[in-house]
């Protein structure tokens, strides 16, 4: 009977690692999916500054034109 304490230190150090690794993939999951709309977020950002800067660019261009008939 000697074996029956590492036995059961085994199988309790077992169940604790899967709950452990079960804890550690949700707070991955939701991790990830905040990471997720954080750049889909920062993306829709980036391209509204892109299209703002190229709308003042014509802008600009638009405005410093000479007129063709003078």
């Known amino acids: 009977m000697p074996y029956l304490p590492t036995a ?4 309790i150090g077992l169940a604790l690692l ?8 949700k707070v991955l999951r939701a991790f ?3 990471a997720s ?5 920062t993306q829709d950002r980036a391209g ?3 299209a703002r ?3 003042l660019r014509v802008a600009f261009a ?7 008939n003078q």
């Open 37 to 41: 709309m954080v750049t889909a977020h």
């Open 62 to 68: 638009q405005r410093h034109r000479k007129p063709e």
């Open 48 to 50: 509204l500054v892109r």
């Open 8 to 11: 059961a230190l085994i199988v």
């Open 32 to 34: 990830r999916r905040t």
């Open 18 to 25: 899967v709950v452990l690794l079960v804890r550690t993939a």
């Open 53 to 55: 800067s190229a709308a």
